[in-house]
């Protein structure tokens, strides 16, 4: 009747059925496969589930870091693990920031030790070979890594250094991954092709000038910092206050929505 006749009247009768049936059949593809349930951001378990994995299934564990939501979702598989460890870490950073990136384990430090844990004569901490201590402070080499990025051209060096929002949200990661009991620093490691000779009103003393630097005689161009010492002694408006606000540079954008 709709070819010969022009008549879609019985057409359109039996599209009742056919769209009563297409629904039943997506409620029952989409109560098989929980993934369905992220294109709905209202009401999506899916997102819930894989969130309980890594200890964010409750609304008061979301949206608390630089790091979007999202995008842990998204690494997933390494936040689940119950240990945490130098290859995780590596591939964490290197995959969302798109850089080479390695981690060098057991970095020494000096620590302070408070004057009650201190050996004083007479008193406290005295007994030889357990619990005597020379000095105010001790070289310790399990509690502090070291992150080491690069080579890095020119724009990646730049971006972060201190101050950036790159550099931020790469502390946030790693906070997010390894927690607050290991201390850390940072190292950027400049590529030669893009070493440029220091000269005045050019460079930064101490981020990206270097005395007696040569192509030729090159050793590496690096710059070394604690991010989170220098978030803490950073004046008022040196860093951001406020995560969520934070202006994000576009390629970090453009590579978290290529994670979803």
């Known amino acids: 009747r709709l070819r010969n006749g022009a008549d879609p009247t019985l057409a359109r009768f039996l599209d009742i059925f056919h769209h009563r049936m297409m ?17 709905r951001p209202s009401s999506d378990r899916f997102a819930l589930f894989v969130g309980a994995l890594f200890g964010m299934g409750l609304p008061s564990t979301r949206e608390r870091s630089l790091i979007p939501d999202r995008t842990k979702l998204h ?19 290197g995959d969302l ?3 080479a990136v390695q981690v060098e384990q057991f970095v020494g430090e000096w620590v302070d030790i408070p004057r009650g844990n201190q050996s004083q004569l007479g008193r406290a901490n005295c007994l030889l070979g357990l619990d005597t201590l020379l ?15 690069g080579p890095l051209r020119r724009d990646q060096f730049e971006g972060f250094l201190p101050g950036t929002a790159r550099l931020e949200k790469l ?35 101490g981020w990206d000038a270097w005395i007696g630097l040569s192509p030729s005689t090159w050793p590496r161009a690096e710059f070394l910092f604690d991010p989170a ?17 934070l202006d994000v540079p576009q390629q970090i954008d453009e590579l978290e929505q290529a994670h979803v």
């Open 135 to 149: 000095g105010t402070r001790a070289w310790l080499c399990g509690g502090k890594f070291r992150l080491v990025l």
């Open 75 to 93: 690494y997933a598989g390494l936040l689940a693990g119950q240990t945490r460890n130098a290859d995780g870490l590596r591939a964490l950073v």
């Open 171 to 205: 502390a946030a990661l790693v906070r997010t991954y390894a927690g607050d009991e290991l201390t850390w620093d940072l190292k950027l490691v400049l590529a030669k092709p893009e070493w440029r000779p220091m000269a005045l009103g050019g460079s930064r003393l």
């Open 229 to 245: 010492r220098r978030a803490r002694f950073a004046p008022d408006g040196a860093h951001s206050t406020h995560g969520d606000v």
């Open 23 to 39: 629904t039943l059949f997506y409620r029952a593809f989409a109560d098989a496969e929980p993934a369905i349930a992220h294109d």
């Open 97 to 99: 920031f798109r850089v």
